[in-house]
Nanobody, 120 residues
């Protein structure tokens, strides 16, 4: 079994920063892509950032230059450093990972989500 647990969410003023963490645990042989998605009330869940196993990141246009995704493969952990936060960033942030166990393919896993609220 695999579990993704997010941490680091909270309330912050506009212009502030937060750092989200997501640690994967369970039966893990390797982790392919990891990333972060977010969902605001009444809206769909959208990609924020993804990072490959080799460390190449991809970002939504709305967060480029403000957010940085990184990972620590030794700890099976992905991070999202969020700077210059805006009220529009308010959402539940979900951790994502494609994880290979002992089989021959990876499977998608999701965290339970962590609330990020940015006040004006």
């Amino acid at each position: 079994q695999v579990q993704l647990v997010e941490s680091g969410g909270g309330l912050v003023q506009a212009g502030g920063s937060l750092r989200l963490s997501c640690a994967a645990s369970g039966i893990i042989f390797s982790i392919n892509a990891m990333g972060w998605y977010r969902q605001a009330p009444g809206k769909q869940r959208d990609l924020v950032a993804v990072i490959t196993s080799g460390g190449s990141g991809n970002y939504a246009d709305s967060v480029k230059g403000r957010f940085t995704i990184s990972r620590d493969n030794a700890k099976n952990t992905v991070y999202l450093q969020m700077n210059s936060l805006k009220p529009e960033d308010t959402a539940v942030y979900y951790c994502y990972a494609n994880i290979k166990g002992w089989g021959r393919q990876g499977y998608d896993y999701w965290g339970r989500g962590t609330q990020v609220t940015v006040s004006s």
